[in-house]
């Protein structure tokens, strides 16, 4: 804390962008500590870097509004997540002496003083460096008890209530208008053969004109289409299902039904072949979990943010079924309760060290 603030309390912040996966990390790590925090939501000049690497801590990349919005007095403890607020979490660390933790796959260890990914990514181990089973979430007994007191959006459904939540394609898994007419069939096939019902949840990402084809193709399915212009039932439906079926690219949809404590299906979607570009990226963290000639540069060229470790979904997926918390769509739907899960302590606990260390600065 700089000289001269008096404060009665500490002072956190939450610096988010508008991916929702990204957000709702830094909102479940807020919870995680147990203690208030400001969000400040930040917006990007439309020129941005590619990587982070070379930024360094900066406010340059961010509009007026929230460059704005970056002033004293400054906090004892920053959560950021993602790559784009990573380099304003850094000039605060720097010139403001604010602790730092950095959530998600594209934040250099550089920058922090604590990095938090899950353990699935492709990575060398680093002194800074926490490694969960899976992505953070804001999803807990709380936020699925006040769920259960909004509006019902599975009333009349037939039990067992199923609900399939749907991403979409990503830099390394499609969905096509034909794959998802075909997941909502095969999905459908096996929610008619427990004689339950079935709502189908689109997302921000799904294909325009899924909606409609997966409701074709599962006609007794109660298609909820995700519209920017209405509230989403997302959690309603979290705390309403009895059984959950996720899309397997969506790792914060994954990380927030096991969350939700509900049975889990992962419906994996069609990989992409990788371009050269991901390829070269792949090779260099595989050569930083090394111990050859190039271990130590590739390990350099992760820590400073040029490259941003590989996300592995088998292995993401192979984890839940290993933990009892889920299991993979063979044709029918996973009925059995999953194991605990709970990493929130862990995380508290270097959390509060970060914010003591924040604090007597």
Known sequence: MPQGQQRTGPTIWLLTDDRPGNRTQALGAARALGLPAVEK???????????????????STLDDASRAAIAPPYPDLVIAAGGRVAPVAAWLRREAGAAVALIGRRTPEAYADLVVRPGYLVQPPHPKLLQLDLPLTRIDPEALDAARREPDPLAG?????????????????????????????????????????????TSRRTPAGAAE???????????????????????ACLAQADLLVVTGESESMIAEAVAAGKPLTIYPLAPKAPPLKSRLRAAIARRARSSGPLAALCRKILADGWVSPRRDLDDMHALIVARGWGRLFDGALNRAQPAPHDERRLLAARLRALLERGQAG
């Open 213 to 235: 084809r997966m409701a074709a193709a599962a006609p007794a399915a109660r298609v909820i289409a995700w519209s920017a212009d209405a509230p989403s039932p997302y959690d």
């Open 41 to 59: 939501p930040l917006r990007f000049r439309r020129r941005k870097a590619r990587t982070v690497g070379g930024l360094g801590p900066t406010l």
């Open 157 to 201: 459904l037939r039990p067992p209530r199923v609900v399939l939540l749907v991403g979409g394609p990503t830099g390394q898994h499609e969905m096509t208008l034909d794959q998802a007419a075909r997941m909502a069939a095969e999905v459908a096939a096996a929610v008619d053969a427990l004689r339950g019902g079935l709502a189908i949840l």
